[in-house]
């Protein structure tokens, strides 16, 4: 009798567990229909092939930008140039020392909405001026 009562345990155990009463008597209750979902956007699903986006969407988080600088319009006395470039949020972009040659050059890959810049170009010398100006996204 034993083994009848260990082998019918596992039957009878998930008949059990599925047994058992719910509160609710609606078998509706939570159900949204697809006519409030989609109210408003012309479409009667919510599937993603039946509902086409525009073709000017688009979604930019980062973006490349290219700084470049002009050292021939810049007259500094100093022997060691910084640059410093920082975003709305006054976040260091670039802080460095940059020689003082014909053109500084600088790719980013920034946030989207981190402009304007902030361009800043100074030395150690007391005589020169801090250089700043602000870069606008075109």
Not at 74 to 102: C, P, R, S, T, W
Request: hydrophobic residues 40%; contains cysteine; proline residues 4%.
């Amino acid at each position: 009798m034993n083994k009848f009562k260990l082998f019918m345990l596992p039957l009878a155990l998930p008949l059990l567990m599925n047994c058992g009463g719910s509160e609710n008597t609606s078998g509706d209750v939570g159900v949204t229909s697809i006519e409030d979902i989609t109210e408003g956007t012309g479409n009667n699903t919510t599937l993603f092939k039946d509902n086409p986006i525009s073709e000017v969407t688009s979604v930019k988080v980062f973006d490349n930008y290219l700084i470049d600088i002009d050292m021939t319009e810049i007259n500094m006395q100093g022997e060691y140039l910084f640059l410093k470039i920082i975003d709305k949020h006054k976040k260091a972009l670039f802080l460095g020392q940059v020689v003082n040659h014909d053109n500084i050059k600088l790719p980013l890959t920034i946030v989207a909405d981190s402009f304007p810049l902030l361009v800043e170009l100074y030395s150690e010398s007391k005589e020169d001026k801090t250089i700043s100006y602000e870069v606008y996204y075109d």
